[in-house]
T-cell receptor, first 114, second 113 residues
């Protein structure tokens, strides 16, 4: 069965620090990969997505993610975080032939200290 | 404005009393889905639908029903709610071609006492 694993449950950073959140998935076929963000009390918003092509994808608010197929990973990065990045971040995967089924990781809570 | 609308936003109910959470999207999306969010477990898919009258189970379908009689609506039905269904529920939709990213509704916080 497909699964998604996010390594960090809670990350605490100071403003201007660099961020990297880990995401690994288990599925051998072609996948689509996503990162979503959930600000406190709000619904999920799409940060970025990867379908094919350049494995380094750029999303909104200065976030980027790199797909490394050999490592089944899709880590999220940001060079310099801001207090407003405080939120929960979810990695998600769906397989190419199961379009409706989107599987999420457990989430990583990011707290940025001003 | 393109959106997914869920109602109600908050609901407190008693064990065994049937309830329905509505979900509607105005983007003519083929796919719709229901998730529940619980602390430490992330989002788990309950049911999803690929189009009208086509639904399939997600990872945690027990205790839930869905229907897709119209393209825009995808209600979630709890025939006999139990306290372990206390959770935050999200409806989502996406187009069936090209972009595979789901658009999420604002959520429904359900408490079953």
């Amino acid at each position: 069965a497909q699964s998604v694993s996010q390594h960090n449950h809670h990350v605490i950073l100071s403003e201007a620090a660099s961020l990297e959140l880990g995401c690994n998935y288990s599925y051998g076929g072609t996948v689509n990969l996503f990162w979503y963000v959930q600000y406190p009390g709000q619904h999920l918003q799409l940060l970025l997505k990867y379908f094919s092509g350049d494995p380094l994808v750029k999303g909104i608010k200065g976030f980027e993610a790199e797909f490394i197929k050999s490592k089944f990973s899709f880590n999220l990065r940001k060079p310099s975080v801001q207090w407003s990045d405080t939120a929960e971040y979810f990695c998600a995967v769906n397989s190419y032939n199961q379009g409706g089924k989107l599987i999420f990781g457990q989430g990583t809570e990011l707290s940025v200290k001003p | 404005e393109a959106q997914v609308t869920q109602n109600p936003r908050y609901l407190i109910t008693v064990t065994g009393k049937k309830l329905t959470v509505t979900c509607s999207q105005n983007m003519n999306h083929e796919y719709m889905s229901w998730y529940r969010q619980d602390p430490g477990l992330g989002l788990r898919q309950i049911y999803y639908s690929m189009n009208v009258e086509v639904t399939d189970k997600g990872d945690v379908p027990e205790g839930y029903k869905v229907s897709r009689k119209e393209k825009r609506n995808f209600p979630l039905i709890l025939e006999s709610p139990s306290p372990n269904q206390t959770s935050l529920y999200f409806c989502a939709s996406r187009t069936g071609v090209g972009n595979y990213g789901y658009t999420f509704g604002s959520g429904t916080r359900l408490t079953v006492v």
